[in-house]
Nanobody
């Protein structure tokens, strides 16, 4: 049983910053690969950022230069630092393991 819990979402002004957390617990010893996804109302879930077991970090074109994904810390927590936020970043953000396990999501709202 592996559990993922996202946190850190909230309401932020355009141009502001937010740091999301994804904490993994349960039957897991390390995280070799993980991805952040988001889903806005009326849209399909899309890839945002992630890293592979091979050490490659990838970002969606829409967030390159603004978002940064961390490597797991000792507590199996991965962060997504989001800077220069735009209204179009408004969505529920999820973290996901290669196994297909998802967290419950955390709401990010970027609005004036």
């Amino acid at each position: 049983q592996v559990q993922l819990v996202e946190s850190g979402g909230g309401l932020v002004q355009p141009g502001g910053s937010l740091r999301l957390s994804c904490a993994a617990s349960g039957r897991i010893f390390s995280i070799n690969a993980m991805g952040w996804y988001r889903q806005a109302p009326g849209k399909q879930r899309e890839f945002v950022a992630g890293f592979t077991s091979g050490g490659t970090t990838n970002y969606a074109d829409s967030v390159k230069g603004r978002f940064t994904i961390s490597r797991p810390n000792a507590k199996n927590t991965v962060y997504l630092q989001m800077n220069s936020l735009k209204p179009e970043d408004t969505a529920v953000y999820y973290c996901k393991l290669p196994s297909g396990n998802w967290g419950q999501g955390t709401q990010v709202t970027v609005s004036s």
